[in-house]
């Protein structure tokens, strides 16, 4: 990677760093703390407050991703940080649940994810693009695991509505870290117009790679409605589950190593399809502990074996949607994907939440890996780019 590359990519991650440690630092406490508010008593209002990001986040990232093709990125991420640091302040400032699921929807209203990646892509060479991609998704992951050892301290510190005045902070921080610390987007990728939407969602293989992040996603989240409980089955308290998060997601950066040798040889097809099969696995071994005696040995290794997977995909899946589609098209390109995989989120939860109260946790993880299966089938027939050019000119 060039000097420029690299300030690119560390920059960038960056930007989603301090966004995404922001939000998952409400997530450990949220369901507890928010409780405590007029209105919090109703589980349903609850659930919505929580998952509302999700929603408006889905709902807007195609119009930030299309606006960062017509007007720019770097004018889309600045307006979209600050309408995210508006909302924490809003939600800070919340005195019942009413407010705070205003605060929560205006946080995903803020919805900068596709321009960040269709940058992050303007600004790195095909053959460095999943290197890249995957300081983005190591500093996601990094971020969540250092959430879930912090958040109860910081509650404890600061209290629930100062986690939201640190995470708009943490967003205005992000925008000195646009304008001054990311590299000026190149001329070419300036594109006057629109790609147009027909365009992508009649694009077979960037549709795969669409339908794959919301399936990632809505397993990702919905395992966590069911994972915690197992892991107090088999006799870790929850106060000490970081202990098991921490070591797996931390180990499994070691994983991108072989992802990118693999890329250098050319099977970059192989081991995105590998990945893909990891997580199906993961979701069999974890039904077979849920309808037996959970063991914390193998539940610790399952969480391995799944962040292994979900880091790779998280640096390979951007990585491949930005390299397929053509430069004048990768802001609405990249603005659908992240639609996906923020509805997955909310569809994770929802259908996740769902799942267990009606049948309970072997169900939610037989679900898992059907859905994973299927993408796996679904995926099969895709082809990798190449280093020259998009899909369709390359092997």
């Known amino acids: 990677m060039t000097p420029t590359e690299w300030r690119a990519s560390a920059s960038l991650a960056g930007i989603f760093a301090l966004r995404m440690l922001g939000l998952f630092l409400v997530l450990p406490v949220f369901a507890l703390e928010a409780r405590r508010y007029p209105g919090g008593e109703?589980?349903?209002?609850?659930g919505l407050a929580m998952g509302i990001y999700g929603l408006t986040q889905g709902l807007l990232q195609l119009p930030f991703g299309m606006a960062s093709d017509r007007f720019g990125r770097k004018r889309v991420i600045v307006l979209g940080l600050i309408v995210f640091a508006w909302g924490s302040f809003w939600a800070a400032a919340a005195t019942d649940?009413?407010?705070?699921?205003i605060g929560r929807g205006l946080q995903g209203a803020?919805?900068?994810?596709?321009?960040?990646t269709a940058l992050l892509a303007d600004l790195t060479r095909d053959e460095v693009r999943t290197k890249a991609m995957a300081l983005v998704g190591g500093s996601i992951g990094l971020m969540f695991a250092l959430s879930l050892v912090v958040s109860p301290v910081l509650t404890a510190w600061i209290g629930f509505s100062g986690l939201f005045w640190l995470t708009g902070a943490m967003a205005l921080l992000g925008v000195g870290v646009v304008i001054w610390g990311a590299p000026p987007a190149p001329p070419q990728a300036l594109v006057q117009g629109r790609g147009r939407l027909s365009d992508v969602l009649a694009h077979a293989d960037l549709m795969r790679l669409n339908l794959g992040v919301f399936v990632l996603h809505a397993v990702q989240l919905a395992m966590w409605l069911a994972v915690p409980a197992l892991l107090v089955q088999a006799g870790l308290d929850k106060s000490r589950h970081w202990q098991v998060y921490l070591p797996?997601?931390?180990?499994?950066?070691?994983?991108?190593g072989v992802v990118?040798?693999?890329?250098?040889?050319?099977?970059?097809k192989k081991v995105f399809l590998l990945c893909i099969g990891l997580i199906a696995l993961v979701q069999v071994g974890l039904l077979m502990q849920s309808v037996g005696t959970p063991y914390l040995g193998v539940l610790a290794l399952g969480l391995l074996v799944f962040f292994c997977g979900f880091n790779a995909l998280e640096a390979t899946q951007p990585s491949l949607a930005s390299r397929i589609a053509p430069p004048a098209m990768r802001g609405t390109a990249l603005g659908i994907y992240n639609t996906l995989q923020s509805l997955g989120f909310f569809v994770g939860g929802l259908a996740g939440g769902w799942l267990v109260k009606s049948w309970g946790s072997p169900a939610l993880f037989l679900s898992c890996g059907v859905a994973m299966l299927i993408w796996l089938l679904l995926a099969w027939p895709m082809r990798a780019p190449g280093r020259a050019g998009p899909v369709g000119q390359s092997t």
């Open 260 to 268: 990118f040798a693999m890329e250098r040889r050319g099977h970059l």
């Open 248 to 256: 797996a997601v931390l180990l499994s950066f070691l994983f991108l």
């Open 97 to 101: 649940l009413t407010q705070l699921l």
């Open 110 to 116: 803020g919805a900068v994810s596709a321009a960040v």
């Open 42 to 46: 109703d589980p349903l209002w609850l």
